[in-house]
């Protein structure tokens, strides 16, 4: 411990010790830029992958394609409004936030079908493409500034840490 003395009232403040940046270090590095970067490309391969299997059963695996086109007029009407309107929200809300909330229209918009498929009610269907289109618009935006914020501006666009 560093000891820094205070003259005028007498008593000793101690201040702790400052560790390198580079110091070494028994746990997985989680916050390097690298880790972070492979965590955004995971999360963009399988939230999108969700949607691209609903899509491919064909209208969620219903008989009916009525609901899941509903849900699709909505989900692409939001999603090209917040598409725009992305980038302004991540400045506001920051990448932990936004990503959370992106991610989690992915699921709402899954489980919407489970629950059509047991009450044929289209109005949730309906809701959760909407609000996967805000999601999406935000989800996108986080995953495109982080990807580009990340490496320094002599490494964009190339890996050189394999």
């Known amino acids: 411990m560093v000891s820094n003395g205070d003259e005028e009232s007498g008593t000793q403040v101690q201040l702790p010790e400052t560790t390198t940046k580079n110091s070494p270090s028994p ?3 989680y916050n390097s830029p690298l880790v972070q970067v492979i965590l ?3 999360i963009c391969f399988c939230c ?9 059963m064909g209208g969620g695996g219903q008989v009916d394609h009525t609901a899941s086109n509903n849900s ?5 009407t939001t999603f090209a409004i917040f598409g ?6 991540y400045n506001i809300l920051g990448p932990h936030l936004t ?3 992106g991610c989690s229209s992915y699921v709402l918009y899954t489980s ?5 498929n047991h009450h044929h009610h289209q109005a949730f269907v309906i809701l959760a493409g909407a609000l996967l289109g805000v999601g999406a618009g935000l989800l ?3 995953q495109g500034a982080i990807m580009t914020s990340y490496p320094p501006t002599n490494r964009k666009g190339i890996n050189q840490s394999i």
């Open 140 to 142: 996108w935006a986080a």
């Open 40 to 42: 955004i490309g995971v």
């Open 112 to 116: 919407s079908f489970l629950y059509y």
């Open 48 to 56: 999108p992958g969700m949607f691209n299997a609903l899509s491919g």
């Open 99 to 101: 990503l959370l909330a």
């Open 84 to 89: 725009i309107l992305g980038g302004g929200i």
């Open 27 to 29: 746990f997985f590095r």
């Open 72 to 76: 699709l007029t909505a989900l692409y």
